[in-house]
């Protein structure tokens, strides 16, 4: 069965950093497309970045050059790196399973909240 | 950017009442087009991935079609269980972009 679980959200203060981090069960997070997507309270969502099983990685230009996706093979776990954060990033972020780029599994979410 | 647009936002409807949903992409996308189903306090699921296969375990009253611009997400004689918001969401291109989701209540 797969599964997702997101953990590593919390209250931090603008420019902060953070690292979530979402470990998976049921599949090989290597071998597979993996993505984040998050959504601001009470709104839709927005999909923030993917990692291919070969390494590329892309992000939406709201995050570039302040979010890194990554992911340890070893843990099989999936991380999303942020710096620089602003009030705007203030969302739930999910991570899910992105077979050539949609989403057939997600986790239950972790909330990050951007405020002073 | 892909923009998708989706109507209606709102839609009060009883059961067993049929629902459409309509997505409309601001260029051609073949068939990148999935739906997703999220219930409150619950993370989303997917329904239908490339317009219009189910994913494994949706139940079938549940269908897509459409290709090119124009999509539509159809619930076949609705169930309380459908009260939920659906988003459609494109994988034509990056950025990756999502509808901004049609709210389903249950009359």
């Known amino acids: 069965e797969v599964q997702l679980a997101e953990s590593g959200g919390g209250l931090i203060q603008p420019g902060g950093s953070l690292r979530l981090s979402c470990a998976a069960s049921g599949f090989i997070v290597s071998s597979s497309y993996m993505s984040w997507v998050r959504q601001a309270p009470g709104k839709g969502l927005e999909w923030v970045a993917v990692?291919?099983?070969?390494?590329?990685?892309y992000y939406a230009d709201s995050v570039k050059g302040r979010f890194t996706i990554s992911r340890d093979d070893s843990k099989n776990t999936l991380f999303l790196q942020m710096n620089s954060l602003r009030a705007e990033d203030t969302a739930v972020y999910y991570c899910a399973r992105a077979p050539w780029n949609y989403f057939d599994y997600w986790g239950q979410g972790t909330l990050v909240t951007v405020s002073s | 950017e892909i923009v998708l647009t989706q109507s209606p936002d709102f839609q009060s409807v009883t059961p067993k009442e049929k629902v459409t949903i309509t997505c409309r992409a601001s260029?051609?996308?073949?068939?990148?087009l999935h739906w997703y189903q999220q219930k409150p306090d619950q993370s989303p699921k997917l329904l239908i991935k490339y317009a219009s296969q189910s994913f494994s375990g949706v139940p079938s009253r549940f269908s897509g079609s459409g290709s090119g611009t124009d999509f539509t997400l159809t619930i076949n004689s609705l169930e309380a269980e459908d009260a939920a918001t659906y988003y459609c969401?494109?994988?034509?291109?990056?950025?990756?972009?999502f509808g901004g989701g049609t709210k389903v209540e249950i009359k």
């Open positions: 990692i291919y099983s070969g390494g590329s990685t």
């Open positions: 260029q051609s996308i073949g068939s990148s």
């Open positions: 969401h494109q994988s034509s291109s990056f950025p990756l972009t």
